[in-house]
């Protein structure tokens, strides 16, 4: 697949790891190509897992069961496939074959630019300007069979910025590891964090009613914004040379986007009463909701909720850290599924995200989600709130094939990843020395804090 590298770190090393990490940085000076991985030149080889026990997510678990990669896609699953003879065969035996883990609230290789905190509307925010590819929690990450995940703004502000949503190819540049034509999301939040934020200034808003104020002043906003376009585009249209622009405004821009369902809007909202507020702003302004994220009281109303068709990324079982978090319950996600919501879990923490497929496994004890369920709740219920559950998620011909390989099964808290592809591709392999990885060089950046929306508590 691709070349080891000749030296590899180890941790029990101390003074071998920061003689390497001097002759690296001498050696980007000298020989740039050492310090970024190779590009790969043509698609992966085919590989065939043989007598795996394949969780597809899709369609129920195959036992003695085969998958074949061929050019980064799945070309067949089932307990015999038509492999050529040439591709890479993996012996699977006694091990399980999973999507790839995603987690569709992350804040991992963000560092402290998680909030742009200086207004409660910032939605020409992107977080691909903040994305630092270096960050060795992408790594952490992936050794935990994470493949994809949606980098989220903070929840200081009611409208915060742009999503960006990654392939966690570690050791690649930064474009190699953008998920490709993936739609586009934008943080909203409601609640506590934007009342603390701001109340502490003594600047709007400060409670509920002032949330709800500056959101439904920034829709308002917005639509006067189309309006004008609008009219200007007529008039272009008519022919009128005369007619006169309208100055552009990036942050109306974004908020014309949401309006015309360009973008997702995914919510932090924990209080039921703030669902249906959310959701009847919604309706006002003529948008839809992709997903509440926390959601730690969706229970009280998921009946409400599943008609809308919005989805849930929530804890497993994290509760009373906050005023918000009273009510949480660890049967919420599988009552809310019960009613017809479709949930997903999520980290919101560079810890948690290398446990995901234990956080599933929780959820056979808390409410009896089935095996079934329980997969789906981290790989293709959080791929369709981000919008690429098309590509990926599930274990279906024509998807990338993003897998990961465990020793036990998954839902078990004895399971370790041992190799995690992605788009047919090698990136992590436990039994490797060293750090697992065949693309790794150079040394990764420690972005260090916690990871968490607001820098404070997290959450």
Request: hydrophobic fraction near 40%.
């Amino acid at each position: 697949m691709h070349r080891r590298p000749p030296l590899r770190l180890r941790q029990h090393r101390p003074i071998l790891q920061i003689v390497l990490a001097l002759a690296t940085a001498i050696g980007c000076l000298v020989l740039p190509a050492v310090c970024f991985p190779e590009q790969a030149s043509s698609p992966p080889q085919d590989i065939v897992f043989k007598n795996a026990t394949v969780m597809t997510a899709s369609h129920g678990t195959i036992e003695h069961g085969s998958v074949w990669v061929h050019a980064g896609k799945i070309a067949g699953v089932g307990t015999s496939v038509n492999a050529p003879a040439d591709a890479v065969a993996v012996d699977a035996t006694g091990q399980w074959l999973t999507p790839g883990i995603i987690d569709p609230h992350s804040h991992s290789a963000l560092d402290s630019d998680v909030n742009e905190a200086t207004s409660p509307v910032t939605p020409s925010m992107h977080m691909i300007d903040a994305f630092d590819n270096r960050d060795k929690a992408l790594y952490q990450a992936l050794a935990g069979g994470v493949t994809t995940e949606l980098l989220l703004h903070g929840s200081a502000n009611m409208i915060g910025g742009q999503a960006v949503v990654i392939k966690n190819k570690v050791g690649l540049d930064r474009d190699a590891m953008l998920f490709p034509n993936a739609h586009g999301s934008i943080k909203f939040a409601s609640g506590e964090n934007p009342k603390r934020v701001y109340g502490s200034r003594n600047q709007l808003p400060s409670t509920r009613m002032g949330n709800f104020e500056v959101m439904r002043q920034a829709f308002e906003d917005a639509k006067e914004y189309m309006a004008s376009w609008d009219g200007y585009n007529a008039k272009v249209a008519k022919g009128d040379k005369d007619a006169v622009a309208p100055k552009r405004d990036l942050k109306l821009d974004a908020l014309a986007d949401v309006l015309r369902g360009k973008l997702y809007v995914q919510i932090h909202c924990y209080r039921a009463d703030e669902f249906l507020t959310e959701e009847a702003i919604a309706h006002e302004y003529g948008y839809k909701i992709r997903a509440f994220h926390h959601a730690l009281e969706m229970y009280k109303v998921a009946d409400k909720i599943a008609p809308e068709n919005t989805a849930i990324a929530t804890f497993a079982d994290w509760w009373g850290y906050k005023d918000e978090a009273w009510d949480a319950i660890p049967w919420n996600a599988v009552m809310s599924m019960r009613e017809g919501v479709k949930v997903a879990l999520k980290s919101d923490s560079n810890d948690h995200i290398r446990r995901l497929n234990q956080e599933a496994g929780k959820m056979v004890h808390y409410g009896g989600a089935t095996e079934d369920e329980a997969i789906r709740m981290v790989t293709l219920n959080p791929a369709w709130i981000i919008g690429v559950d098309d590509h990926t998620g599930s274990i279906d011909v024509g998807k990338d094939a993003d897998l990961v390989l465990w020793n036990k099964d998954p839902l078990s808290t004895y399971a370790r990843a041992q190799k995690v592809y992605i788009d047919g591709d090698l990136f992590f392999d436990a039994s490797l020395p060293g750090l697992g990885t065949p693309h790794f060089k150079g040394v990764m950046h420690d972005a260090g804090g916690f990871g968490g929306e607001d820098g404070e508590d997290g959450q």
